[in-house]
């Protein structure tokens, strides 16, 4: 039956299936009559063979550590004389009679020479691609650490040095007032006593005087003096048209406080802000007349096409400068690069992919003789390729005729990811449904984004899960329209979006949501038509005119 597993059978004479045993020491199953035999396989060491029902004596049988020379692990006595290639271990006499028969061996020595080369390519990698990633890798992390760290001291410094401001702005505003209402109720104060103290003092006059006309009244009754008591009595009708001419004319007010409400004025806001900055650090002249495709090679090499001259150069920096190593004379749609170094291109008319022959043997400059079938697409016509950092090849195709038919109808549509070996991994169709004609494509993650032409002036970004359902567009509407001439991703998963008629680069976080915008002219950047990164994650950015036509952008994350 389809899916039915083999029966396991025994390791040393691999016919019989009645498994009841396990040497612990050499890690082998046996049937019962192999057990026997195996038991008797001379060694420095006593066969420790257990039975397969019992769980405890298995689980309690480690194996013991021995230290791996060329004598043979499971048979001391002897040397590895051969290379089992069917269990991939070294083995000796005794092994290949009984436990590795009718297995496929290899020389030793060839063996030993091929792993030598291989680890000492491996260790070539890890010294000349894999460390120095890594160390750009680190020092770009360990920056934006320590960008990190400074923004978190700044902000909170600002905080700290905001409430102290706010406390002293607020203490002193509070004395301000202090001090004004304290001014107006001295002036208030002052007012009064203007007004009442005069009539006391008046008051107070009259009063003393009546005190002496009571005196004299007292001593004129007793003297019989009627002249005096005339005197006395008019004196006192005076002294009462006083009193009752002392009347308060002006009522005075006074300040009564009423404290305000407590309210606490507000800190501020804290918010996020999207960590994102770019900056232009070269400009080179090239010599090409024009670049209007280019993706990034091996070791700081670029890859352009100028559709213009029908022709894909391939450039290396040398001195601050870019020079030419390498010009194919054919015209390509989109061109990409394997991380072994093999060149991708789709060319005009084709349904393949085509592989680059290397440039260090190429006969001839015409397209079949310098190029070999990568990857068949009929009846689909390929319009894009972007390959992954891990390797993957993802392509966008259209049906045939797609080149008659108006941009802004839809099409069906097919994306293919697919290995390094050209097997096919996943393929999405769409059925007339999502794209009108994908021309640009790149990845951030598992996530595939795909910038779709809706017309010559419109376009958007679709993005696809690893499902091939759609997670989010952007620029499909009249509010956030783009034109998309080429974009990258960048290694914290932001997308940089060249609208080559707005002369600007946009960017995008990972859900598609607007971060910032930056005019080209800023950077003297004109007729962007091009754009990549590098693997030292510096974009370069092509232009489609001669003198400084290629351009280094560095951002800052």
Known sequence: MEGAQMPQLCHMCEENADIKFKCVDCAILLCPRC????????????????????????????????????????????????????????????????????????????IDSAEKTKLKQYQEKIDKIILPKISRKFNRFDDLMEFHAKKFDTAKSEIHDWNIYLKNTIITYLDDQEERFCEKIDKNMDEIKQNILPQLSKLDDIKTNLAGVRSEIDHVTNSKDFTKMIYIENSIESFLKDVNAQKITKRTHFFNFSQS???????????????FNLQCTQSIQTGLSCIDKMTAYTNGELLVRNLKLKNLCLLKTENEKFIKLQKWNFEVKDISVLQTGEIIVILFGKTDLRLVSNREHMPSKAIDDCTTIFFETAPQIPTALHTTRDNKVIISTVEAGRDWLPMDVPCKVEILVITAKSEVIFRFLFNKDVFCFPNKITSIGTDICIADSISDYSGRLVTLNNRGKVKWTYGDNEKNSVIIGDMVATPLNNIVLLDPCQSVLRVLDSNGSFLNIWELRDFKITDAYAMTISNDDKIFIGCGHDGSNLHIVEFRE
């Open 261 to 275: 409400e407590l309210t606490f004025p507000k800190l501020g806001d804290l918010t996020f802000t999207a960590v």
């Open 35 to 110: 057990r026997k035999l195996h038991a008797k396989v001379k060694t420095q060491y006593v066969h420790r063979i257990v039975d397969l029902k019992d769980k405890r004596a298995i689980s309690s049988g480690t194996k013991t550590n021995r230290v791996i020379s060329n004598r043979c692990e499971f048979h001391e006595d002897e040397h590895y004389i051969m290379y089992c290639k069917s269990c991939q271990r070294l083995v000796c006499i005794t092994c290949i009679i009984t436990m590795h028969q009718k297995h496929e061996m290899r020389d030793m020595k060839l």
